[in-house]
């Protein structure tokens, strides 16, 4: 067997987002040129190009003009099956396809799409009867996988114990009681298993006490942050007999824990934490690299810190500010920073390392059955 070159071993390990909707868009194209050089492990698919979305609603439009106007991924159910499978064409069988399908405000395959079995929110979730829960986990799931896509980027774990926290206040969390928020998360897990869709527990280690969102800055958890409550939904399926596929890190910094690194990037969260003490076996992967909590040096740096600390997949939504005209697709400059980084010494255990996290990337794939 071949053994690929070693920027693309790197680049296995790299989830990122591109621009464009169907085969021959120059954009996508572009992209994918890219991508395909740095052999990309994953593509997170988003319904609306949050660059253009801002220019169109500073241009004056309104917010649905502005969305439609802003056109990335997402058109319909049987366009997203298409892309998928020219994912896959250009990309490789293995190509793990993800997207942030929580409910409410952030679902990327909504309604107007013609995408009818899409969760509510996180609070009116919780709110419904464990049956009813199940069934619209499951009916989401199953669109899911109908149009190719493997693993959701949901569900919150974070507590809301701040109402007018940045999560909390846009409904994005399911209550403010971790045995409430398990056995939410849990349904809605194994929903999704039943389906054979992929499942990622965020934003550890819990962003549910935080002021500031972390799209644009990086929060501190302060005095009021409880590690024994908002631990306790990922120490309460990390350590159940079915564990979760992905666990999500967040630009925080825990003071207690790292004081001068965000979770993202700690090797004492992610491996001391979450390897060591835990047990988890999953795949551990960082929320983007693009927003601002990762660092003003931008997702280079970043995601060369964070698979030094132990994470498995780097992920870059290329969707806050994106590339600049005329500027190619991150993903190569990312898998060659990565590369410097393991023949440099700096990821203990070298391209073994690298190897055994890629497998855990693929097999997100391979479990889904399809």
């Not at 013609?114 to 199940?134: H, K, T, V």
């Not at 990086?218 to 939904?233: S, V």
Request: net charge negative; hydrophobic share 45%.
């Amino acid at each position: 067997m071949n053994t690929p070159r070693p920027v693309s071993r790197c680049g296995a390990l790299l989830s990122v987002g591109v621009r464009g909707a169907a085969a021959g868009d120059p954009e996508l194209e572009a992209d994918l040129e890219v991508c395909a050089a740095a052999g990309v492990g994953s593509v997170v698919l988003f319904d609306v190009d949050v660059p253009r979305y801002r220019a169109a609603l500073a241009a004056g439009a309104p917010d649905d003009e502005a969305r439609a106007a802003a056109e990335r991924n997402v058109r319909s159910p049987s366009q997203v099956e298409a892309l998928c499978r020219y994912l896959r064409s250009r990309l490789g069988a293995e190509l793990v396809i993800l997207v942030d399908q929580e409910g409410g405000n952030v679902a990327r395959l909504r309604p107007e799409r013609g995408f009818a079995d899409c969760l509510p929110s996180a609070a009116d979730f919780a709110r419904r009867p464990s049956a009813e829960q199940f069934d619209l986990a499951r009916r989401q799931a199953r669109t899911l996988a109908s149009v190719g896509i493997d693993g959701n980027l949901a569900p919150v774990v974070d507590l809301g114990r701040r109402p007018a926290g940045p999560l909390a206040a846009k409904g994005r969390t399911f209550a403010g009681d971790p045995e409430a928020v398990t056995r939410c998360a849990r349904i809605v897990v194994e929903g999704h298993r039943a389906e054979g869709v992929a499942t990622c527990l965020k934003h550890f280690p819990g962003l549910g006490s935080a002021d500031l969102d972390s799209h644009v800055a990086r929060p501190r958890l302060g005095p009021d942050y409880d590690p024994d409550l908002e631990l306790a939904p990922y120490r309460a399926f990390v350590t159940s007999t079915s564990g979760p596929d992905m666990i999500m890190a967040a630009h925080v910094i825990w003071p207690a824990l790292d004081p001068d690194r965000p979770a993202s990037a700690s090797s004492a969260a992610l491996t001391g934490i979450l390897r060591d003490q835990w047990g988890f076996r999953g795949v551990v992967a960082t929320d983007s690299l693009d927003m601002g909590g990762a660092g003003a040096e931008g997702s280079v740096p970043a995601a060369v810190a964070s698979l030094v600390a132990g994470a498995d997949l780097l992920m870059d939504a290329v969707n806050l500010g994106g590339p600049a005209e005329g500027v190619p697709h991150p993903a190569l400059k990312l898998a060659e920073a990565l590369t410097d980084a393991v023949e440099s010494g700096a990821l203990e255990g070298g391209w073994a390392e690298v190897d055994r996290r890629a497998h855990r990337v693929r097999e997100l794939r391979r479990t889904t059955g399809r």
